[in-house]
């Protein structure tokens, strides 16, 4: 497994842009395919974006395209999230997630093996 830790979240109006980082140790980073999911209240965990080991591929889920995009700087083990045009729907708690690259950029939280402790984002309107 690897250990994960988010940082960036805060309190947005919205329409305003934060960057979520996530700082990977105990595996070979590059090996891995990062992943972010949020969890609102009451609500079940949801996947919101996944990148390649080499950054190259990324998917997301319908409702943060066009405005969430990740990224990773593969030399300092992290991954960030740079979120904009944030909306009161997008308040959650954000997750760090990893796997071992398998080929694929799965969506489901079963396939990933390593969980941050998460970074709460709340959007005012």
């Known amino acids: 497994q690897v250990q994960l830790v988010e940082s960036g979240g805060g309190l947005v109006q919205s329409g305003d842009s934060l960057r979520l980082s996530c700082v990977a140790s105990?595996?070979?980073?590059?090996?891995?395919?990062l992943a972010w999911f949020r969890q609102a209240p009451g609500k079940e965990r949801e996947f919101v974006a996944a990148?390649?080991?080499?950054?190259?591929?990324?998917e997301y889920a319908e409702s943060v395209k066009g405005r969430f995009s990740s990224s990773r700087e593969n030399a300092k083990n992290t991954v960030f999230l740079q979120m904009n045009s944030l909306k009161p729907e997008d308040t959650a708690v954000y997750y760090c997630?990893?796997?071992?690259?398998?080929?694929?950029?799965?969506?489901?939280?079963?396939?990933?093996?390593?969980w941050g402790r998460g970074t709460q984002v709340t959007v005012s309107s």
């Open positions: 990148i390649r080991p080499s950054g190259g591929s990324t």
């Open positions: 105990g595996r070979l980073f590059i090996a891995d395919t």
């Open positions: 997630a990893a796997q071992k690259f398998r080929g694929l950029l799965p969506t489901t939280l079963a396939s990933y093996d390593s």
